[in-house]
């Protein structure tokens, strides 16, 4: 399973951004998918994830700024960003969890996309 994520780039506080995150392999099958992110120095912690079911969760610190959203079937999660602020710029990661012939349960990791804000 590979998965590609984009949407990263420069934005000023405040602003908004939408991360995007594919993953291949047609005999893979979803359970869910997750972001997470890692700045420099820190370690790579958990923002938001959503299950097959629809089940979401945030971490405390993008609750009520972040949206996860995404397709099961078609192997993508979203994260819709906004009021964003200079403490969330790091690199974001993309990651899938699931089940297949011949697959591990994951998690499967993306390449990450990086963030930056601007205060």
């Known amino acids: 399973v590979q998965l590609q994520a984009s949407g990263g780039g420069l934005v000023q506080a405040g602003g908004s951004l939408r991360l995007s995150c594919a993953a291949s392999?047609?005999?893979?099958?979803?359970?869910?998918m997750g972001w997470y992110r890692q700045a420099p120095g820190k370690q790579r912690e958990l923002v938001a994830t959503?299950?097959?079911?629809?089940?979401?969760y945030y971490a405390d610190s993008v609750k009520g700024r972040f949206t996860i959203s995404g397709d099961s079937a078609a192997k993508r999660v979203f994260l819709q960003m906004d009021s964003l602020q200079p403490e969330d710029a790091a690199v974001y990661y993309c990651?899938?969890?699931?089940?297949?012939?011949?697959?591990?349960?994951?998690?499967?990791w993306g390449q990450g996309t990086e963030v930056t804000v601007s205060s």
């Open positions: 990651n899938a969890w699931g089940t297949g012939p011949g697959f591990h349960s994951g998690p499967y």
């Open positions: 392999g047609s005999r893979f099958s979803i359970n869910a």
């Open positions: 959503l299950s097959v079911g629809g089940s979401t």
